[in-house]
């Protein structure tokens, strides 16, 4: 069963023109600048599932690193402005509901999920984790990065 409604799907379809804005904040550059260099590094050389990529903001920075990416993401729209990202050329992008990521995806030793857990409904994290899980290898490295209410303000970016 998905947790993403019809109306998350058109929410997100319309969201998609702007979702990068919510990088250019100034209180973030500096968060955003030491990610950029981290995630490549900690997911170097490593076949890498991105869950909900939108625009693939951080796939542009992960794919120049990463063995293998398969990118995901629940809606179309955004996908599309993640395949024109620079340096994506190799990216597998897939539209797959996180809930339920299908087995064809294959499997993998690393994964990210970039600002997507804090839009997990708390009764699906099980369910997110539990679909998650069944595409890593036992060892894998999973990385989330998220930002909640409070951490806006005050801690903007967290991993």
């Known amino acids: 069963m998905s947790h993403a409604s019809p109306e998350m799907h ?13 990088y250019l904040k100034p209180e973030r550059a500096a968060d955003i ?15 890498v599932l991105e869950v909900a990529c939108g ?26 402005f993640a395949r024109h990202r620079p340096g994506t050329e190799s990216v597998d992008f897939q539209q797959a509901d996180a809930y339920t990521l299908p087995a064809e995806l294959g499997m993998f ?3 990210f999920a970039g600002l997507w ?3 997990v409904p708390c009764e699906a994290r099980i369910q997110f ?16 990065i998220d930002n ?3 951490q806006q303000k ?6």
Do not use: C
């Not at 542009?60 to 809606?75: F, P, R, W």
């Not at 984790?129 to 989330?144: D, I, Q, Y």
């Not at 005050?154 to 991993?159: G, L, Q, S, V």
């Open 109 to 111: 030793n690393a994964a």
């Open 148 to 150: 909640g209410i409070v």
């Open 33 to 47: 600048a030491f990610l950029a260099q981290h995630l490549p590094d900690r997911l170097r050389g490593r076949d």
């Open 129 to 144: 984790m539990k679909s998650l899980h069944a595409r890593l290898l036992p060892g894998a490295r999973v990385l989330l």
């Open 55 to 80: 625009t693939g903001y951080w796939t542009q920075h992960i794919a120049s690193t990463a063995a293998k990416l398969v990118a995901t993401d629940g809606t179309a729209e955004p996908l599309e």
């Open 117 to 119: 857990f804090s839009h």
């Open 154 to 159: 005050d801690f903007p970016i967290a991993e």
């Open 10 to 22: 058109a929410y997100y379809a319309t969201r998609a023109p702007y979702y990068d804005a919510v």
